[in-house]
């Protein structure tokens, strides 16, 4: 808040103060001074949401409204943005288009919030096509619901980036291995800073991982991460070991998964590299009454901790390094 005052000095000093005040809101931060609401939807200026791409400045907020965007991709650079479905949800569906051959969304900036919006349908060559493409700061998504892609979510390896999934749905993201011999996830989150997923339902992923990530800390907290009719790899992989916090899930693994294991833990990291797990207070079940291993420590040094965890099932609570209490 500036405060400006009555200053005796006549007309000189007077200007003098309102120059210091026009200044000093020209030095405010943008998203306090000049955010606007940018309203998207067919009876709008603005018709599709690439057309606020196009437009948008730091601080803005998008408003799309529901309805189905066809073919319809963007990039967006700025920073502070919230992009949000109103008035229902909108479902923006790729149709053989992918912003720089990676995404329905490629976002670039820092603080960016996307909430209540469906996105489906990504196919690019390289077999990563995804909803969003994450190569900015931090990036939140809060009730959204992304499937029938290649990757759910795919971000870049940014030391500081950071990847918050809110109250969201991820399913049937998935890469055919057996024909093309690459694999899709429901999310697959690379070298960021932070990643946090709760309250969210992840489902039917095939081959590939439900969840996989290499944040160096991870937080994994009162979801439903569940194969369904697929068969995931791993229900939660930890590709590169890191900090990490595994809470109050639900958590079911099918028969027709080719690995046994429903968490994994630095399969692909340093064996020797530091690190924290602690899984508490799950719900596991494995279908079908197969041999399953709740979680797979692959770490030589890092003692995995398994708290009060319901399992259900012919289950190994653990294999590797680590307690079970």
């Not at 079940?285 to 420590?297: L, S």
Request: proline residues 3%; neutral net charge; hydrophobic residues 40%.
């Amino acid at each position: 808040m500036l405060l400006v005052k009555t200053v005796a000095g006549g007309p000189g000093q007077t200007l003098r103060w309102v120059l210091l005040l026009a200044l000093a809101c020209l030095l405010l931060p943008a998203d306090d001074a000049w955010a606007r609401v940018l309203r998207v939807g067919p009876d709008e200026a603005l018709k599709v949401p690439s057309e606020a791409a196009r437009i948008a400045q730091d601080g803005d907020t998008v408003e799309i409204v529901a309805a189905d965007y066809t073919a319809d991709v963007a990039s967006w650079r700025q920073n502070r943005l919230t992009l949000r479905g109103v008035d229902g949800r909108p479902h923006l569906r790729a149709a053989g288009r992918a912003a720089e051959g990676k995404a329905i969304w490629v976002i670039k900036g820092d603080e960016v919030l996307v909430e209540n919006v469906e996105m489906s349908g990504t196919r690019v060559p390289g077999f990563a096509g995804a909803a969003i493409r994450a190569e900015g700061g931090k990036l939140t998504l809060r009730n959204v619901h992304f499937h029938d892609h290649q990757m759910g979510i795919l971000t870049n390896n940014n030391g500081r980036g950071e990847l918050a999934i809110i109250d969201s749905e991820f399913d049937h993201n998935i890469v055919d291995y057996e024909r093309y011999g690459k694999l899709g996830h429901n999310i697959y989150v690379g070298q960021i800073a932070r990643f946090e997923l709760r309250g969210s339902y992840i489902h039917d992923a095939v081959i590939g991982h439900q969840v996989k990530s290499r944040a160096r800390s991870n937080t994994i907290v009162g979801n439903r991460i569940v194969d369904g009719d697929g068969g995931s790899s791993y229900l939660i992989d930890l590709a590169e070991g890191g900090e990490a916090t595994v809470r109050d899930n639900v958590l079911r693994k099918s028969e027709r998964a080719d690995n046994n294991a429903a968490i994994s833990f630095a399969p692909e990291a340093n064996r020797e590299a530091p690190g924290v797990l602690f899984v508490a207070g799950n719900r596991f079940t494995a279908e079908g009454g197969q041999q399953a291993v709740f979680v797979r420590n692959f770490s030589t040094t890092v003692e995995v901790v398994l708290s009060n965890n319901v399992l259900r099932g012919n289950v190994t609570p653990l294999e590797g390094l680590g307690r079970v209490r």
